[in-house]
C-alpha cells in the first residue's frame, strides 16, 4: 500500500443493487458481497444502468456504528443527480473529506481484502477519525484485467 493522500470529493450518486451486511459475516461462508459482485456481472447491470461513464463504485454506506456493526454494500455506477430509478438502489455519497488509499496490482479478489485489512490497520495504528458517512472502491480502467487490477478506496474522515 502506498501512503494515502487527502481529498476532498464532492457529492455524487451511484445506482445499482445492495444487500446489508458486516464485516464479521464477510468473513463467514455466509459472505454476500461475492454473492452480489456475481450478479452484478451475470445479469450484466452495467448494460443497463444509464451510467455517466464505465466505473464501477463498491458503496459502503449506511452503517449501524462503526467497522464493526451492519453496513448496505451498493455495487452500481454514477448516474446524474436527477436519475430515479424504481429498480435500482440509488445512494447518495455525500460531500466529504477523504484519505484515498491504492493498492498494488494483482488479483482483484486478493488486493481488496488485503488493502482493507491494510486500511483497517492504518486508521487504528494512526488513530484516524472514519465518518462512516460512506466509503467506496474505484473500479475503473485500471481493473480491466482482474487478474491484473488495481483499485482505490476512499475512506471519509474528519475534517482537520
Do not use: H
Request: glycine share 4%; net charge negative; charged share 25%.
Amino acid at each position: 500500500m502506498t501512503k494515502p493522500n487527502l481529498q476532498k470529493k464532492d457529492a455524487f450518486k451511484v445506482m445499482g443493487i445492495s444487500v446489508e451486511t458486516s464485516n464479521e459475516n464477510e468473513m463467514t461462508d455466509q459472505a454476500k458481497i461475492p454473492v452480489l459482485w456475481g450478479r452484478f456481472y451475470q445479469e450484466q447491470l452495467s448494460m443497463q444502468i444509464l451510467a455517466l461513464n464505465y466505473t464501477v463504485y463498491g458503496v459502503y454506506s449506511d452503517y449501524a456504528t462503526d467497522v464493526n456493526g451492519t453496513y448496505q454494500m451498493t455495487i452500481g455506477q454514477e448516474v446524474d443527480k436527477d436519475t430515479q430509478s424504481d429498480e435500482w438502489v440509488t445512494k447518495t455519497i455525500p460531500t466529504s473529506q477523504y484519505l484515498v488509499f491504492t493498492s498494488k496490482k494483482g488479483p482483484i479478489v486478493q488486493i481488496v481484502v488485503e488493502l482493507w485489512q491494510e486500511i483497517w490497520e492504518y486508521c487504528k495504528e494512526k488513530n484516524i477519525q472514519r465518518t462512516y458517512t460512506g466509503d467506496f472502491e474505484v473500479y475503473d480502467e485500471r481493473c480491466a484485467n482482474p487478474e491484473d487490477a488495481q483499485v482505490e478506496i476512499y475512506i471519509a474522515v474528519e475534517e482537520k
